[in-house]
């Protein structure tokens, strides 16, 4: 079963806007991390937040996680047509605190940028 | 830097007829992951390989799909015979890991293998 659910489902805006895409999950995480999936480049890691931090930068991407919520959300500032693409999240369950790099995805957000 | 390679890149079979995939992971990583990822859906883990082990299959159908990795390095995935809804895309990744509490454990995918079952 899928550990996280993204929200929303799709997500369609302009060029230079920015989205925001939501995950929530169930279990005690040792870390989450956000993918994204195109055709042309296939899935591809983008940012990965521990559960001992509460937010983290790279380029114009931003998360923040909540552990008392079991939620994240990423934030993609000024976005491009390239962004365009299905974006992930993803958790890394803490077993007994120790992590065994088993991830569980959700079922994703579809973003469109329109030109 | 060369990325995780699969093969083929597409398959088409009839139902009841077996088929392989095969993984070549980034050199120096240990763990080497297959994933199902049906169209719609996120990627669902069936089986992780920790060098030439497995740590966890607990998702894989074993009465039909079967996983190896010999020496460590390359693997292959098999399923006999298909079904219908084998239809999906297999993602193979790897990635570094260090265990303990702190691990980082970044995911670096293949292309995929989709496979359409007639």
């Known amino acids: 079963s899928q550990q996280g659910e993204e929200d929303p489902q799709a997500l369609s805006i302009q060029e230079g806007e920015n989205a925001t895409m939501n995950c929530s999950y169930k279990t005690s995480i040792n870390n989450l991390q956000w993918y994204r999936q195109n055709s042309g480049r296939g899935l591809v890691h983008l940012i990965l937040?521990?559960?001992?931090?509460r937010e983290k930068h790279s380029g114009r991407l931003r998360v923040t996680l909540d552990t008392s919520k079991k939620s994240s959300s990423l934030l993609i500032t000024a976005s491009q047509a390239a962004d365009t693409a299905s974006y992930f999240c993803?958790?890394?369950?803490?077993?007994?605190?120790?992590?065994?790099?088993?991830?569980?995805f959700g079922q994703g957000t579809i973003l469109t940028v329109h030109p | 830097e060369a990325g995780v390679a699969q093969s083929p890149r597409y398959k088409i079979i009839e139902k009841r007829q077996s088929v392989a995939f095969w993984c070549n992971p980034i050199?120096?990583?240990?763990?080497l992951y297959w994933y199902q990822q049906i169209l719609g859906q996120g990627p669902k883990l069936l089986i992780q390989f920790q060098n030439n082990g497995v740590v966890d299959d607990s998702q894989l159908p074993k009465d039909r799909f079967s996983a190896e990795r010999l020496k460590g390095v390359d693997s292959t995935l098999k399923i006999q015979p298909a079904k219908l809804e084998d239809s999906a895309v297999y993602l193979c990744?790897?990635?570094?890991?260090?265990?303990?509490?702190?691990?980082?454990?970044?995911?670096?995918f293949g292309p995929g293998t989709r496979l359409t079952v007639l």
């Open positions: 937040i521990r559960s001992n931090e």
């Open positions: 050199s120096g990583h240990a763990t």
């Open positions: 990744a790897s990635s570094l890991l260090s265990p303990g509490f702190w691990s980082y454990n970044e995911q670096f």
């Open positions: 993803a958790t890394d369950a803490n077993a007994g605190g120790t992590s065994y790099g088993k991830l569980t």
